[in-house]
């Protein structure tokens, strides 16, 4: 009898009953009773609000100052993470989406067991000020050890200027940090200045990061 034997079809292929008929496939047949309730959602839409990553400061610029915020808990986030606290802990802490941290500071984290973890180093950028003779000075820097640099300066003055404690602000004499393009800042270490700037307002822990306050 023709057409007797057949194989199991595969997707896309077609098979012959002993009949003759032409059947479509099971996966086929599958796709067609399938619901359209039952399709996959979209990626898209589970993309975060702020998806843009900047790598210049002009980038960085051009962003509403909610990106910009969102963008700089995410670095912290990311520091916070370096100090042994969880991703979801941190992200609380700051104010920002579990989402929002992996996808925008995604180069930042590794995957252990698991659980996401900040890696040791990263090239994010950070727009940060810095104290120069005068005030803040706006910088970029893509070295996460640059940025750590500045946060830890800034924590010595602030030390110095609440209870009168130099030993930690001595250790940043003669030191600079250096920009996304290269260039050297020294960083301020002159008392008399950081009291004059202190007592003018100048000098807030929140405002190291240049898109306001956090």
């Given amino acids: 009898m023709k057409n007797r034997a057949y194989a199991s079809p595969r997707d896309g292929e077609v098979a012959y ?25 979209s990626r898209q839409g589970k993309r975060t609000k702020t998806s843009t990553r900047p790598t210049t400061i002009h980038q960085y610029n051009s962003m509403s100052q909610l990106n910009q915020q969102t963008w700089d808990s995410v670095a912290h986030v990311i520091s916070r993470m370096r100090e042994g606290v969880t991703l979801p802990k941190a992200s609380k802490e700051f104010g920002v989406s579990r989402n929002d ?57 602030q030390k110095y200027l609440q209870i009168g404690d130099d030993s930690v602000l001595l250790k940043f004499k003669k030191k600079s940090v250096t920009d996304a393009n290269g260039r050297r800042h020294r960083l301020l270490t002159n008392l008399q200045e950081l009291v004059r700037q202190g007592s003018a307002g100048v000098l807030r822990f929140e405002s190291m990061y240049a898109g306001g306050s956090r």
């Fill in 17 to 41: 009953k002993s009949d003759g008929k032409r059947v479509q496939s099971m996966k086929r047949k599958a796709a067609k009773r399938r619901s359209p309730n039952h399709r996959r959602p």
């Fill in 101 to 157: 941290v992996i996808e925008l500071g995604r180069s930042a984290l590794r995957k252990r067991n698991g659980r996401y973890v900040a890696t040791k180093t990263d090239r994010l950028l950070r727009v940060l000020n810095i104290l120069k003779v005068g005030g803040k000075r706006e910088i970029a820097t893509r070295d996460s050890r640059q940025a750590s640099l500045v946060g830890g300066h800034w924590s010595a003055v």
